[in-house]
């Protein structure tokens, strides 16, 4: 079964700290991958996508196929980063997008 | 924002009773999607239609309907046979009806109690 795992619930870190959000999925083949936002009080929205090989609010996200992960990193995270981020590998033999869990960040003062 | 509005913002039913949430969009985009939010579980797909008169079973299509009559418009029925109604739902919408893989994007969010 294709399956997403986003394995923190809630990650916590001081502003100016690095930050990783995971993502490992269980795909057969190359999926497309995504990472969407939802800030408090707006509506969910694109983030990145890994083919766009773009950094998005100093946000990046590495496909690594070997590990079959797709992690998202900032460097020094801002209180303004304060969101629910969740993975979403597109299922090309599925036609669809499978959305993780999510993972709530909190960046604190 | 604008480009895709979902109505209302909260709905309260009785259990037993079916109700119709309602996703529009003026982005003229082919493929509209249904997902349910549940906390801890992410989105999961309950119907989706790529076009007009067409539309598919999602990963949790039980208990629910959907039309898709005209473009711009994708309604939701959860009817009775739904067993756990609660949740909040979301609405999206994406330009290319051949390829999920296009960006996605999303109503405010409906959010249905059962009483």
């Known amino acids: 079964a294709q399956r997403v795992t986003q394995p923190e619930k809630l990650l916590s870190v001081f502003k100016g700290a690095p930050v990783e959000l995971k993502c490992n999925y269980s795909y057969s083949g190359s999926p497309e991958l995504f990472w969407y936002v939802q800030y408090s009080r707006q509506r969910l929205q694109l983030l990145l996508r890994h083919i766009s090989r773009e950094s998005i609010k100093g946000f990046t996200a590495d496909l690594n196929k070997g590990e079959t992960s797709f992690h998202l990193k900032k460097p020094f995270a801002q209180e303004e980063d304060s969101a629910m981020y969740y993975c979403a590998p597109f299922s090309g033999g599925y036609n669809k997008l499978i959305f993780g869990a999510g993972t709530r960040l909190a960046v604190h003062p | 924002d604008g480009g895709i509005t979902q109505s209302p913002k909260y709905l309260f039913r009785k259990e037993g009773q079916n109700v119709t949430l309602s996703c529009e969009q003026n982005?003229?985009?082919?493929?509209m999607y249904w997902y349910r939010q549940d906390p801890g579980q992410g989105l999961r797909l309950i119907y989706y239609?790529?076009?007009?008169?067409?539309?598919q079973k999602g990963d949790i299509a039980e208990g629910y309907s959907v039309s898709r009559e005209k473009k711009e418009s994708f309604p939701l029925t959860v009817t009775s046979a739904q067993k756990n109604p609660t949740a909040f739902y979301l609405c999206?919408?994406?330009?290319?009806?051949?390829?999920?893989?296009?960006?996605?994007?999303f109503g405010p969010g409906t959010r249905l109690t059962v009483l």
């Open positions: 982005l003229n985009h082919d493929a």
């Open positions: 239609s790529q076009i007009v008169n067409d539309f």
């Open positions: 999206a919408s994406s330009i290319d009806p051949g390829s999920g893989a296009d960006t996605q994007y």
